[in-house]
Structure formats: C-alpha cells, structure tokens
C-alpha cells in the first residue's frame, strides 16, 4: 500500500461528465491493499463506469462482506453511503436494503472466500430473489488476510505458495449464476479495463442481479507459477468469448463493426448492450449454450472471458413482492398505519 | 374412595385429548369463544406437538369468574377423545371429576377409577351412522363432543349456532352437518345424564369490552401500526404466526387501492442470518424492519446483532421463547432466553429488552420497540413466548392514538447536511450518547461508512485504543441511559410494608397475581414487581434495595431473571430467592406457591423461635 495521501488538487482541463463532475469525483480513500493488486484496477474500472454513467455519487449504496476484496468500497465513490457488514453476508444486507429503498444503485463487493465458502448460500438466494444490484466478485483463488489459504474457486492441482496442492473441485461463480437462473452474468480480469469497464457499465443498467466474476489475482499469495489465479496464467488462458459494447441512453450509435456481427440487447431504460462475437457462433441470450460454451472452454484450460450471458426481463425482486414503485422510505406513515377506526373493526372479528 | 362434591359455576377447567391433524382445533376454538361470548372471563392452552398428524394434543381451557387467566393444572372435565393417551389423559382429572370418552370402543377396565364419573358416548360409532363422507366422520366427532359440552356444561345455544352460521356463512353446505353434529352430541348427553354437571356455566358480563387474540397476532398488528414495511424471517414454530398475521394484516390494510401494489415487502430468507442481515439493511436505508424467530434464530442472528448493535443500525427483532437448549422442545414454552437476548453476540454487547405479558402488551411494545430501536440507535428484543404467542388471550380490547408518530431519533436531513460544515456518524453531539445518523441517498455530505470494524467517532476505520474506546464507551453510556426511556414496571405494593417482594417476568404475571391473591387471603402480603424492559431502571433497583427478600420467579432452570438482577443492579445474590418452572407448560400459580410457601414458612418460625 502507499502511505502518501493523494493530492486533491485536480487538472482544469479535466474530462467532466454530464453533471460536471471529474473521474476524480468518483474515487474514494487511498487503498490499504498491496501495491499490485489486483483489486486496485477494479476499483479503477468502477470509478470510470461510474463517471462515464453521469451517476450523482450520493444515490450509490456499496456493500461488501469480509476480505480484502470487500475492503475496497471505501476506496470509490466516497460520497456514497457504504457498507461493509460481516463475512459472506453482504447479499443479505443489499436484500433488505433494496426492499427499503430501490431508488438506488446497490454495488456489492465481495470475494472467492466471501462468496463461495462462507456466503455462496447467501450468494445462491441473491441471484433467486433477483436482487437488483451488479455483484462484483473479485476472484483471486486465495484466502490473502490470513494469509494463503486455498479458496473454494482454487482450481485442482493449484499450488500454494508454500507448495501445497489442492485437491478440491473449484466453485465456479458463474456457473452457480448461470444454473440458478441469474439474469446477467460475466466474466473478466482485472488487468483488461477496456473488456471490464463495458460488463460494469451494462451490470449497473441491468434490471436484477448482475454478477461479475473478475480474475483478480494476489500479488503477494497467488501470483507464483502453479498458480491459476496469477496475472502470467490468466493473460495467457484468458480468452475472450464475446466482446461487449454498452452503449447508454440518448448516445448515437456508431456502426464500427459488420452488420451481422454484432448482437443487441436493450436494457430496461432504453440503453443498449452490443455484442460482437469473437468465438463463432456464441449466442450470449442462449443460457443452454453459454453452458456448454464454458464447459468445453474449461476442458481446453481456457478462462472464458465477456459478458457471457444476458437477459433483460425488466423484473427484479420488487416485480416478485409486487411492491410499490415509490421507494418504500418514502412512503408517508398515514399511508402505512390504519388508525383507530380500522381497529375497531378489526377488533371486531376477535369476539 | 370417597368422592370430594364439586359444585363450580363459572370456576373450572377442562382438558380435551383428541389427535394432532383431526380437525379438533376448531372445535376447540368454538368452544372457547361461545364461552367467551357467555361474558364469562376464559382462557385456552393448546398443548400441541411438534408434528403434523396422528400425535396426541390437548386443548385446555379454564373458565375464571375472577378473572384468572393463568393455566390452571387442576381439570374437573376430561374430554378424552384419543385412545392412545387415555391412561395419562384419566389419570390427570381432580378427583370428583367427570370423564367424556368415545365409547365405541369399551373402555379398558385397567383404566377406570372410581374417584370420577365416566361418561361414555359412542361418537365415532354415531358420526359414522349419520355422516357419510370419510373427513366428515372424522371432522363431525369433535363438533359431537362439543354438543355433548352444550348439555353438560350448560353453554347457551344459541351462541353456538351463532358461531356456526358466522363460521360457515360462505360454505352453507357445511352448516347442516355441523348442526347435525351439535345436535347428536347434545341430544345423546340429555338422553343418558343428568344435564349440567355440577361443573356449569352462567352468562356474567365480564367479557364486554375484551377480545380474544393470540399474542404473535397482536404483535403483528403493532408492528402495522408502527409503520414496518420490511419483514424478513425464516419458518420456525413458535413465531411463524407473527409474519403469518404480518402479511395477513399488511394485505388487508397496506395494499394501494389504485394500483394494486404493496406498501410493505416480505422477505422469506434463506435462514435467520440472512432474515437479520435483511432487517440490519432496511433500517440502515431507513425503513422500519424486524424478523421474528425464536431462541435457534437469534442464535445463528447473533454475528449480526453484534453489527447492528456496534454500527448503530437500528432492528427490531422478536424472540417467541420456546423450550431449548438446541432444538429443546419446539411446542413448549419457556423464558429460556433472557440472557441470549440481553447480550447477544461477542464481544461488550447489551442490548434493550422488552418482556410483554400478554397479547396486549405484545401490540403495545411491538410499537415501542421501533420507537426506542430508532430513538437509541439499537437492535431492540421483543421477548415474547409461546404461551403468550401462540394461545388464546382474553385481553382489554386495543386502543389506538391517533395522534401517534413514528419517533424516528436523530436523523439529520437534506437541508441540516447542506448547512453542517463536516458531518461525523458517531460524534456524541449533545452529551447524552445519541449520535445523529443520516440515510442513504439524501445527501453526499451525509455519506459514511457503516463497518463492523472498529471506527472512530467519525465513522473512519481505526486501530487506534483511544480513538475505539471513545465509541465503545458512549454507545454503553447510551444503553444505560435508555433505561429510563423504556416501559415502565408494574409494581403491586401491599396494603402495609412488606420486607418481602416479587418479582417476576413476561408471563409469569398471571400466575404471580393469583398466588399472591392467595397468599393475601393468608395474611401474607407481598409487594410485586414485573420488569417490563432492560436494562433495568431505578425502580427495579429501588424495589430490589427495599426489600429484605426478594422471590424472582420466572421459567428457566438457571434463574436467568435473577442472574440479571445481580448482574445490573449489583444486589447480593442471596437476597434473591429463584423460584423457577421450566417444564415446558405455561407457569401456574401452584407452582409460585411452592416455591413460595416453604421459604416464608421458614422465615416465619426462625422469627417466631
């Protein structure tokens, strides 16, 4: 980590989006984690997803568990509300919190030992109850605050830093999502801002839970040769399936690629996802074949990378409970107590 | 042996042992409301199992003209309707008593006692005889037993019929069997006995202005009127019925006529972490949530609580006791979990207690709970029972102020953030502990960092001791200072000074108050205390310091109650004397007593010698 505090002092030529706000705007405190990490370069992808998305800061709720990934809320948008709860547990959090107030833009952090040892049930439930949030799980095969142990998307034959193998079959987070009916799901890597940023902007619009898995790996516990969470390793076995392209609302949309090529889908509010297929014939609104996409790439050693699969219903957890669209903080306490006359009527029935 | 007469209007008991699943709770339930219609002060006990069909259940209903409601032991009437409990089920009636059983079937002669009266009546064999469907015949022997009561008992029928129609009003095909069954009962009982029993029934009116409720509905309705919008549990016996009559009452009252959408959301949770992780999440975007559970749930809720209560996220959470440890025995009551809930979670953690005494307490504090869960910044425990959750109460009928607004505490608005130069989540403003808290969404100002971790009074991340004790010290100072805030205790003194006291909790009071009816009617006057809240305020501590003894009586095997007492208040542990009943019943005033009465008889002759 650097002790140096950042300068507040920003560039007067400095891009402004539509609110007039800068980049830096979006950033939040100096990040305690390792220089390298890579968590560090998500947060990045984040502050620059915010800032191209015009979000007004204060109406972004971020969440997170326990772990070095759920640290890094506090290191973006810092005029953000932010929580950060107990390990594996953060779903729960945004559940409840998004049934108060679903005016917000919930971002939940979280990691491989926060979302699939500990908290994969409350992952699971997340993704059913369709939970409109973008679920970012910064992916790094290892337990890094204590120190090196194996997390459950530990590939087998994987070697720890003290030379260890595992034995264990990983935990897949996307093919959790895909098999349990998630709306939105993606992979990528923290070293690929230009694949990375484009999934974050989309997961943001989406209606529902949005999960990113982001290979993210380790500086300091998993970035030695053996390992499959490394930078070395997934540069080389990343491989990107299907390119993304969000285009927001009211932006024009420039042809740069072939028609034909290219695949769209229309979120909720308008804005557009474009996708050009880079692996064939790969159809990221078919969930059958994403499925067996990801097994056959899996089968080569491949990390198969992009929005890998969408469906925009429009419907989240609020579409399930039928609530009302107005926030229900908002809601007047007249329209939520019966008073006395209801009562006595009630009462009524109890004789 | 010879026979005790018993000659009891409107002073009695009954016990009827039919078989889980058999359709008998309703019946059961008839039974106790026409009484109640009679004005005549009743109270029911389902003593059921943990099962869904073919295991014994019992209905116990206790008819009071002075009004006791606690259980009373003691049955006069035995409705024995199910062979495989016969033997208990004979054993357990007074001597002098009266037993209905099925005689289709001849009654084992190993079983009969000549101490009570048998009454035979072939139900099963008359019910198949009339009744033609296979359910019917199964349904319609309770409705016969209960028309068998009519005559024995003397219940009015017309207010039987009343219920009837009331009850079947939308299905009039299943009113001609239900009165044929009424009838076949009753006839058959004027036919072969003399009709009443010396055990009977008068019309009193003492009913007038009360209802009949169950306490998990009243709290479901407070938390309605106190403006909850957000429920979140897990299935669990015996709280299920809170968010049964949550979304009950929310669909009656809180759905927009215009659009048909709800003004409430419930959440069933994957378990009870995540049914308090989704509460904690609701009240820190500023809804009022709660979940309720019993003692497993807050169990596995405890890692959260700890949060809520170091973060200050407001939380409402209802424990309906049952019998523990572990699984314990789920249909059973006890008060099992007044430490867990005091201090739930690791680490210095003290948590504001609410001990309701009956349903209408349960309405009552359920409103308060958010009240004081918002003004203290704090997960805040409604500690209820089964007894008190799940049974029929005849409680004063509900009142409602109109008038009444949410005290949501210290929160600060859009337009108070815009003038604050530098906002800080935990700075102790105005000296008496209660920071001010902002929500979600109103203002970039306002944004902080609600952690688990430790914090400083400015919501930052610190590891440093002064910096943490600061926060960990007022959030005690603000604990404490609620006490005074909660309500009130009841306190009962005698007509002169007594160097003796009681004290007791939730609802024991019922009991309590009959064995101290009693023990006055001996010349021994005690003055009486139930807490209603913790932490305990000055006048649990002035009644525990004015008092030579003090008998703590409450339902677990290691006097929780009294460990409290000492803890918090600092008395000297042998100045309170535990007396404690933890079997899994309701508490009755028996047992107070013979807790009671040795000790005072004691304390009587050590001054007499």
Redesign the interface.
Known sequence: MSYITKPVARHPRMRTNALGLTSRDYEGTMSTLCAGCGHDSVTAALVQAFFELDVEPHRVAKLSGIGCSSKTPAYFVSEAHGFNSVHGRMPSIAAGANAANRDLLYVGISGDGDSLSIGLGQLCHAIRRNVNMLYVLENNGVYGLTKGQFSASADVGTKSKRGEVNRHGPIDPVNVALSLGATFVARSFSGDKRQLVPILKAGLKHTGFALVDVISPCVTFNDHKGSTKSYAHTRFHMHEVVETDFVPLRAEIQTDYGEGAVQSVTMHDGSVVRFRKVAGDYDPTDRGAVLEHLRESRSRGEVATGLLYLEETGEDMHAYENTVEEPLVDLPFEALCPGSAALEKLQQEWR | MAHEPIDLVNDFAVKIGTVNGTGSASANSLLLQAL??MGIPVSGKNVFPSNIQGLPTWYEIRVSKSGYTARSPDFHLMVAMNPQSYQRDIQEVESGGWVLYDATRELDEDLVRDDVTFLGIPLARMCAERFERARERILMKNIGYVGALVALLDIEMDVIEGMLRETFSHKPNLIDSNFSAIEMGYEYARQHWDCPLPIRLERMDATGD????TGNAATA?GC????A??G?WYPITPATSVMDGFKE?CER??V?PE?????????Q???E???????????????R?FTPTSGAGISLMS??IG?AYYAEVPSVFVDVQRTGPSTGMPTRTQQGDLMLTAYASHGDTKHINLYPADPGECFELAVAAFDLAERFQTPVFLVSDLDIGMNDWMIP??????D???ARGKILSAEELESLEKYSRYLDVDGDGIPYR????????????????GHDKHGK?TEDSDAYLEVVDRIARKIQSAAEHLPAPEVHRGDRASPWGIISIGGCHWAVLEARDELRAEGVDLDYLRVRGFPFGTVVEDFVAGHDKVFVVEQNRDAQLRTLLCNETGCARSKLVSVRYYGGQPLSKGHVLEGVRPVLANALSEATS
């Open positions: 109640f219609r009360h209802v009949m409720v309705l309605v009127y106190a403006g919008t957000v979140a009452y009252f809180r927009d659009t048909g959408k709800n003004h409430y959301c419930i959440i949770a994957e378990d972490l995540a049914a308090a992780g989704m509460v904690i999440g609701a009240n820190w975007m500023g809804a949530a890692e959260f949060l009928r509900l009142r409602w102020d109109d009444y607004r949410p902002t929500l979600p969404g109103t203002h970039p100002r306002g944004a902080y960092f609600t952690r688990g971790s991340y």
